[in-house]
């Protein structure tokens, strides 16, 4: 649907019943969020909020919340948008259906962005004038949590060179002085990142814009892992089927559609304390220096609306944007690396820190070991590609039999079956992590393992509890799934992994260190998340029977240390 507004989309919306009107005053600090998590809960519509403590702006959440509901919003362009992707990856595809080739690309004018006037619409706002949302009671203060934050290149400028990201805004507390300067978080890897590098070594400040609202395409354009030359702002034309519509003022490039428009400028080594903030891997992530922006201009629509969301343990909205994605991209992924099968980056441990992957393994076709070769091959390729270089633990397994990377129980199982723990780990330390992962040695330090496993079935997994003797301090043994054993203690590991290695643990072939084994097990989500949001692998890895040569550490059974550290971040919680 080409969309000229954000407003008409919400008209849209209401006409099919995918709308939730609030007419009473809420308040968006706490309130409104805690109705947009209830409501994402049970699959609920998109919600309209019409009267925001405090402010004259309305403000709207969970458009994404549900694929079929993002499906419907882009049903006229999504097939095209499919299409002119699988070209963009996989040009020869062309030559097989020269037809579709040529309607997409035709489709392809909606890419080119248009200028315009500046709108008349706009007038001049205060930062304080936008809705102040707060959506967990630790946050250091309200946040605009779906943000399209434009810039250019200051080498190579221009609308076509530009990057348009969505990192968090904050807008209110700790030393920001109000309605002159706003938090701008934005992790490594990041388009932004390379372009304040390039004005800081010249000295100059960086010229932001950051556009909040609009046409719906604009906001998930922000957050879409286009292929390598590919612009946001094309992106967004031809997903809403509308041209990317800018104008010029005062050097600041802004949307002539969005809602509201904050312009400022970065300057070099300008940090100020930002967060802390409840993120998408369920806990907070704590106060750090990150770059303030210093505010120029703020402008706003008349009626204008502020979309937001609410991020925390996953599943989340964020969620569903990765369910478009993949919706969009298809196999683009699997096309880019050679001899990768399947990957999934799974949402329930919070994306970045749990890869699940299956590879081909054709280097020696008559090995008789079958030692994963071709596998780290491919394991490397995906560290080295986009975000998914921010992994921290990459399990990759053979094509043979090969599991669904989606059915994460099942992969699971068909991995613990196979891996030989003597062989299949492969360490990275003192490396990068996410940003926002407070399970390593500091901000983005941390440890990557890479687990690949191939071959023939070498272990049949326990399906029902044996029993085990556990050293004083650890207790509740349980199951989290066939042959993966949870276990709680405060205790020393040492003395657990020396208790453990006395007795007959067939049968077996992982185990997790937990703070709260009946929550852990309870359900594979809570496991998925326990385990691999709250381990840094070089430091909380540990092995029964555990032995190094030539640097290689090896086991009989690892033991993944789970717990709760001092230095990790709080656990979110209404």
């Known amino acids: 649907m080409a969309y000229k507004s954000l407003q008409q989309c919400i008209s849209d919306l209401e006409k099919k019943g995918e709308l939730l009107r609030i007419t009473k005053e809420t308040n968006p600090d706490l309130e409104m969020p805690s109705i947009h998590l209830e409501e994402f809960a049970k699959a609920g519509t998109a919600i309209l909020f019409e009267k925001v403590k405090g402010s004259k702006f309305r403000a709207a959440s969970n458009l994404f919340g549900t694929l079929e509901r993002s499906k419907f919003m882009f049903r006229d362009s999504l097939e095209k948008v499919k299409q002119l992707i699988e070209l963009k990856t996989n040009p020869i595809s062309a030559l097989k259906n020269p037809a579709k080739a040529i309607s997409a690309a035709l489709y392809g004018i909606y890419s080119i962005p248009q200028k315009v006037r500046f709108p008349r619409s706009f007038k001049e706002i205060q930062i304080e004038d936008i809705p102040q949302i707060r959506c967990w009671k630790e946050d250091g203060g309200a946040f605009i949590t779906l943000p399209q934050v434009y810039t250019e290149d200051i080498d190579n400028p221009g609308i076509m060179n530009s990057n348009l990201g969505m990192y968090r805004i904050q807008l209110s507390g700790n030393d920001y002085v109000i309605n002159k300067e706003v938090g701008m978080h934005y992790q490594i890897h990041r388009g932004i990142g390379v372009h304040q590098k390039k004005a800081n070594e010249k000295g100059e400040p960086l010229k932001v814009s950051i556009f909040v609202g609009g046409p719906p395409s604009h906001t998930f354009a922000a957050v879409m892992p286009l292929p390598e030359g590919m612009s946001e702002l094309s992106f967004a034309g031809v997903l809403g089927k ?309 640097k290689h550490f090896y086991c009989s059974i690892p033991i993944i240390d789970a717990r709760i550290k001092e230095h990790h971040a709080s656990i979110l919680e209404r």
């Open 242 to 550: 509308r041209r990317f519509r800018y104008a010029k003022k005062e050097g600041y490039t802004i949307s002539a559609d969005a809602d509201f428009v904050i312009c400022g400028e970065l300057h070099p080594n300008e940090l100020k304390p930002e967060g802390p903030f409840g993120d998408h891997l369920g806990y907070y992530s704590l106060r750090h220096d990150f770059p303030v922006m210093r505010v120029k201009k703020v402008y706003a629509k008349e009626n204008a609306i502020l979309p937001f969301t609410v991020v925390g343990r996953p599943p989340q909205e964020d969620s569903q944007f990765g369910a478009l994605i993949h919706e969009i991209t298809g196999k683009a992924i699997e096309k880019e690396i050679s001899g990768l099968k399947a990957v999934n980056a799974v949402d329930v441990s919070g994306v970045h820190p749990l890869l699940l992957a299956v590879g081909s393994e054709r280097y020696t076709p008559y090995n008789p070991t079958k030692q994963p070769q071709e596998l780290l091959t491919i394991a490397n390729h995906i560290l080295g590609t986009g975000q998914m270089s921010l992994a921290k633990y990459i399990f990759i397994c053979d094509d043979v039999n090969a599991p669904n990377v989606n059915d994460e129980k099942e992969y699971f199982t068909h991995f613990l079956e196979r891996v030989d723990w003597k062989r299949d780990l492969h360490f990275q330390t003192k490396t990068t992590i996410d940003t926002l992962d407070y399970s390593g040695d500091g901000l983005n330090e941390g440890s990557k393992v890479v687990i690949a496993a191939a071959g023939e079935i070498k272990r049949t997994l326990s399906e029902n509890l044996q029993n085990i003797n556990l050293s004083p301090g650890f207790s509740n043994p349980k199951l989290a799934s066939n042959g993966n054993l949870v276990v709680e203690g405060k205790g020393e590991i040492k003395d657990l992994i020396s208790s453990l290695e006395k007795q007959n643990l067939d049968g077996i072939a992982l185990i997790t260190l937990v703070d709260d084994a009946t929550f852990t097990s309870k359900n594979f989500s809570n496991w998925l998340w326990v385990t691999f949001t709250r381990s840094n692998p070089a430091n909380d890895v540990y092995g029964i029977n555990s032995e190094t040569k030539n």
